[in-house]
């Protein structure tokens, strides 16, 4: 391990002063010289990772890149993993450093593709950053190939499951939950953070903060309306600015959890055989927006995404409307 540190670090220092050497080349020789010598490493030297210290200052212009608070949570969690493993200076970490952190986690905790290939993208972020702020040469992770993700079908949930749903709500504050989610297929972040000022009576409308603190316009239907007015009449006056609050004293704003679980209550009050949470919600509005006929630009200013593609795999995955439209203009 000594002596790939120190080969790692040669390498990365003739790189960066001189140009033309051949890093294969060089490699091969001091792994040739090196074997025939025992190398001990001079007390104190080298001993302290600097990867935390790279991490803390990564995460610091994530956050302002607008990235939200709990997208920094995620990537610290797994950035200090990673740097527990390798004990090492970021100008020595090696490709296969990363590969047999990366084959340790699999080992240990049995992790899916999709999981997998969510690691690796936080690594390669990491790295590239270093890389583009000149802390090291090159980023490890270039060699690193993508994993092989089966493309799963996003399901719905169907116009009759929601009816279900709908029937089985048993108060008017999980009714009017229920209606906001589909009306206006926020997040689960959005609503938790909605105030009752933000709403527009006149316009059928609310502001919400998504992802990076960037404000939208989403808007609610008469029926939503309608069970929006009746939650608020049971609400009560209380002082918390939120429009949903816990039923409980001291009624402050209800957290993501208990959102959750008031969704999941729902869906089993509704007897339905399937996993109910309040993305799936999103899913379903963007579904049926799009078999009902909202262009794909309006669907992703309304969902809030940065990226189309995000907004084209709800509509890629409706396996519904191909079986409709296959019949409709196919069957001849």
């Known amino acids: 391990m000594i002596t790939e540190d120190i080969i790692s670090d040669i390498l990365a220092q003739t790189t960066s002063q001189m140009s033309g050497i ?16 025992s190398i001990v490493q001079k007390e104190g030297y080298g001993a302290a990772s600097d990867v935390e210290e790279k991490i803390a200052k990564y995460l610091d212009c994530r956050k302002l890149d607008g990235i939200s608070e709990q997208t920094i949570l995620n990537y610290r969690y797994h950035l200090l993993r990673f740097s527990r493993y390798v004990q090492k200076r970021v100008s020595t970490i090696t490709t296969q450093d990363i590969r047999s952190y990366l084959s340790d986690l699999v080992k240990t905790n049995n992790l899916k593709n999709s999981t997998l290939e969510g690691e690796k993208s936080i690594l390669k972020s990491f790295f590239n950053w270093l890389e583009t702020e000149e802390y090291i040469v090159k980023s ?5 190939r993508p994993t092989k993700c089966p493309k799963k079908v996003r399901g719905s949930l169907t116009l009759e499951e929601l009816e279900m749903m709908r029937d089985a709500c048993k108060t008017p504050r999980q009714r009017c939950m229920l209606e906001i989610f589909f009306s206006t297929g926020v997040r689960l972040s959005e609503l938790c953070q909605m105030n009752i000022s933000d709403l527009d009576w006149q316009n059928n ?12 316009i989403v808007y609610f239907s008469d029926k939503s309306r309608l069970h929006i007015k009746k939650y608020l009449a049971v609400r009560g006056s209380f002082e918390s600015p939120a429009l ?13 959890k208990s959102v959750e679980n008031e969704i999941k209550a729902i869906a089993t009050a509704a ?5 109910v949470f309040p993305h799936l919600l999103r899913h379903t509005m963007a579904t049926q927006g799009a078999r009902s006929g909202m262009s794909v630009t309006s669907l992703h200013s309304i969902l809030g995404h940065a990226k189309l593609d995000t907004t084209l795999v709800y509509i890629d995955s409706d396996q519904e409307t191909s079986a409709y439209e296959h019949h409709r203009y196919l069957n001849q």
């Open 271 to 275: 007897n339905l055989d399937k996993n």
């Open 244 to 256: 949903f609050i816990t039923s409980k004293s001291p009624h402050e704003r209800m957290g993501r």
């Open 22 to 37: 051949d890093q294969s080349a060089l490699r091969r020789i001091l792994e040739g010289t090196l074997l025939n010598y």
């Open 205 to 216: 409308s609310m502001k919400v903060v998504g992802k990076g603190d960037k404000e939208r």
């Open 140 to 144: 490890p992770t270039k060699k690193i």
